[in-house]
């Protein structure tokens, strides 16, 4: 399909998606300093109800499509596919307006030079729900155009003309998208129709199997470490394994001498290898003798002792009613810790740079290509408009792929020898040289009234942040990190008198996006203490929860769907012997998701033998899909809540590998069952709430089943240590 001529028609949507959150956020900066504290507080609100756009401004339709002669539609990805399905959503929104088959569309990555950009990156579970409607407008305009060169053709009103199945017909004349793409030379682009009604819908909310399904298990998709290119060498290096390490010294003798070495190149920070195989750089590598200059002695606990509540700078995210004054007399208090958390992706991170000159290709795995491609305009001295990143298929993301990567160092040992550089972080270097989810720390307090309802309730919270590594210019000016760290801290239910606070304190590691991001750990301590009030008000903690759901819209949805949850997954009927059940529920950007957990204690181990997970994501583009997504976050979820912990000896994390991080196995997998509600709001994210509910859940079926409060992930090693303080 050529491009089209310059003299288009007026009338193409083109929504500005990347106006509302930034201005609403960015607008107010030049505020803060008069009055920092406040404005933080009252920005601290507008963030929390920010809704993150696709970051995409052009919806030309001959750039995101392209007609093949076999009449199969090319759709080019803005969105990178990592895993959770969004290829196959894609491809259904665009079927549904273009009248093809669902399987006729093939859903590629877009890269800088061939299609639409996203300056949002993947992530935050927006995928789908940013490009429902743009996806759809772009479809339906192709549609309109293709239609708009066969009237043209046969001399026929549009109004006369209709598609099916690819095939565009007007009474006796009959011709394929392919053909009529072939045909026409100059293109006019069409206005952009109205889209299709639900009531008309013939793939969105149906199951469909996925599009990319067969090619993986065929062994053909290739994710970024299969990237293979003519006159490709190989990249090793050597990183600090400690945190704000520099090279001292370095003896790379024995390096220098192995003839398969092409080039050897020392930073401030890291020692690289350039060799004719991967087996040949590594080898290099670890024959390279480094002495590293570093602040010694660095611990878990002194993370820990750094990120507690009262440690850092505070924002005021939630103040409503009086909380100070009503917050008296019986009150309940409880704390809360989450540790430090790998990614633990399948795939490490991974580059293959060739720098020719001014030009500069790099094949990858990300999450974020406008990050990738900003940072190296300002690290390097190539231009943006030659840079162009070709993204692969992700081996997992959930956050890792979004911000710090090894393309910097891929380039400068490309440039160095003139050739593609395949560069590979290892296991150990993407376990010690990426960056981590924050532990955190979490005071709630609480009191009832002579209802026993909640009359007041606070949650204060100190966190690293999440947001501050790709916004670092952000950080002076908001002091702590209420809009990625903070997500999910402040209250839902309805409560007279709420306060959320957030503590903000450094680190001297780096810490970024992972799955859920705030909302994993928030959760976990607001509904394991709903729970712990439920108790102190002799309440059902359904019941309780249900009598705090008011009558805003979003809690209506809420408490409909604890209800169907409660019914469908028996909360009121009688558990098996020696079982625990639990309960707790998120809403997370208009997404809700609820779960119920079932499980016993063999031999002092938890396991999970059932859960139930409920999630309202408005309007549903693919139940199978979305089945998927909470299946797997649900076990991210355990794997989270039961077992995953960093640690740190002398200012270095102690796990290398998986042998080290312990992580959730086949045989911890329970029985799933997922139960989406059906709704006409419009969608919204699947991949990162369901993740949330499933820590609670866990915890308040553990005091369900024994009477513990377990208040601290993970939550096998808060056990152990219960049964050995009480030696039972």
Known sequence: MEQPNTNKK???????????????????????????????????????????????????????????????????????????????????????????PVDIIKVVHASTLTGPQSTAGTGLSNSTSSLYTPIREVAATLRETLKLAASKLWTVPPTDIQTANGVITAG??????????????????????????????????????????????????????????????YGAVLYCPYFGGEVKTADITLAKNNPSVLSIIQDKHWIGVVAKTRYAAEKAIASIKVGWTFEPNYTTQDAIDAITVGQGVAVVMQEEGNTADELTGDVLASEYRTPIGFHATMEPSIVVADASGENLKLYTSTQNIAFMRQSIVDQTDFKEENIQIIP????????????????????????????????????????????????????????????????????????????????????????????????????????????????????????????????????????????????????????????????????QRRKNLLLKLGEKAGWNKPKAEATGRG????????????????????????????????????????????KQQVEGATMMAISASLYEEATIENSQFTQTSFHTYQVATLTDTPEIEVIIQESSEPPSGVGEPPLSPVAPAIANAIHNLTGLRLRTLPLQAALDKQYQKTGK
């Not at 607008?27 to 507080?41: D, H, P, T």
């Not at 469909?208 to 003519?230: S, W």
């Not at 529920?585 to 059932?610: M, N, W």
């Open 10 to 100: 007026k009338g193409f949507s083109r929504r500005k998606f990347l106006a509302r959150s930034g201005a609403a956020i960015m607008g107010s900066v030049a505020l803060l300093y008069f009055g920092r504290s406040k404005i933080r507080s009252v920005l601290s609100n507008v963030a929390a109800d920010v809704k993150f756009d696709a970051g995409i401004t052009d919806f030309d339709p001959t750039v995101w499509f392209e007609v093949n002669a076999d009449n199969t539609i090319t759709l080019k990805s803005p969105k990178m596919e990592m895993g959770q399905g969004v290829f196959t959503g894609f491809a259904i929104l665009a079927a549904e307006e273009l009248d093809v």
């Open 172 to 233: 006796s004349h009959s011709v394929s998208y392919a053909e009529i793409a072939q045909q026409t030379k100059t293109w006019e682009i069409a206005k952009t129709p109205a889209l299709r009604q639900a009531s008309t819908f013939k793939y969105i909310g149906k199951e469909h199997k996925r599009v990319d399904l067969e090619d993986k298990i065929l062994g053909k998709t290739v994710y970024g470490i299969d990237t293979d290119i003519p006159g490709m060498v």
């Open 392 to 555: 692969a298929f992700l081996g997992g993301g959930f956050g890792r792929r979004g911000y710090k990567h090894n393309a910097l160092e891929a380039i400068k040992l490309s440039k160095a020898v003139g050739k593609p550089v395949h560069l590979l972080y290892t296991r150990q270097q993407e376990f010690q040289n990426g960056y981590v989810r924050p532990n955190t720390h979490h005071i709630m307090s609480g009191n009832l009234d002579a209802n026993s309802k909640i009359l007041a309730i606070q949650h204060e919270f100190a966190t690293g942040s999440m947001a501050f590594l790709g916004l670092p210019m952000v950080k002076p000016i908001i002091g702590a990190d209420f809009m990625v760290a903070g997500h999910g801290g402040r209250f839902s239910y309805t409560i007279p008198n709420r306060r959320t606070k957030i503590w903000h304190s450094d680190l001297p590691f780096q810490t970024g996006l992972w799955r859920g991001v705030g909302m994993f750990a928030n959760t976990f301590a607001i509904e394991s203490f709903m729970d712990e009030l439920a108790s102190k008000a002799g309440a059902n903690p359904l019941e309780f929860r249900l009598d705090h759901c008011g009558n805003t819209a979003l809690l």
């Open 583 to 626: 309960l707790a529920v998120c809403e997370d950007h208009g997404t809700i998701s609820a779960a119920i957990v079932e499980l016993q204690l063999i031999d002092k181990k938890i396991k999970v033998l059932r859960v139930v997970q409920a999630i309202d994501a408005g309007t549903i583009v693919n139940p199978t899909g979305v």
